[in-house]
């Protein structure tokens, strides 16, 4: 059974940082897409980054780029969200999702296309 487990998340000020771990059991994360959503109240779920486990590729949203990394260490099955100069509009449940993807693919942000999807892990910023 494929469970996908995140963790990391808390409440921090404005300014502060942040690392989300996203743990995949039941298979191996090895040429896949690996992204990071998130919710906001009354909000819809949005894309934050994806990364191609093959090949490293990464894909960023507008509102976070240049403050947010995603990394992946294939050997852990883990795949990681560096948060920094945190805002209090990045206030939102953080979700990590995965599908199988082939190599030289680009992972998008469209929801529909991934399968798992973790319960998810709250990020509070405050002013």
């Known amino acids: 059974q494929v469970q996908v487990v995140e963790s990391g998340g808390a409440s921090v000020q404005a300014g502060g940082s942040l690392r989300l771990s996203c743990a995949v059991s039941?298979?191996?994360?090895?040429?896949?897409?690996m992204g990071w959503f998130r919710q906001a109240p009354g909000k819809e779920r949005e894309g934050v980054a994806t990364?191609?486990?093959?090949?490293?590729?990464?894909n960023y949203a507008d509102s976070v780029k240049g403050r947010v990394t995603i990394s992946r260490d294939n050997a852990k099955n883990t795949v990681y969200l560096q948060m920094n100069d945190l805002k209090p509009e990045d206030t939102a449940m953080y979700y990590c999702a995965a599908r199988p993807t082939y190599l030289d693919s680009w992972c998008s942000f469209t929801q529909s296309a991934f399968n798992y999807w973790g319960q998810g892990t709250q990020v509070t910023v405050s002013s």
């Open positions: 039941g298979y191996t994360i090895s040429r896949h897409c």
């Open positions: 990364i191609n486990t093959g090949s490293s590729s990464t």
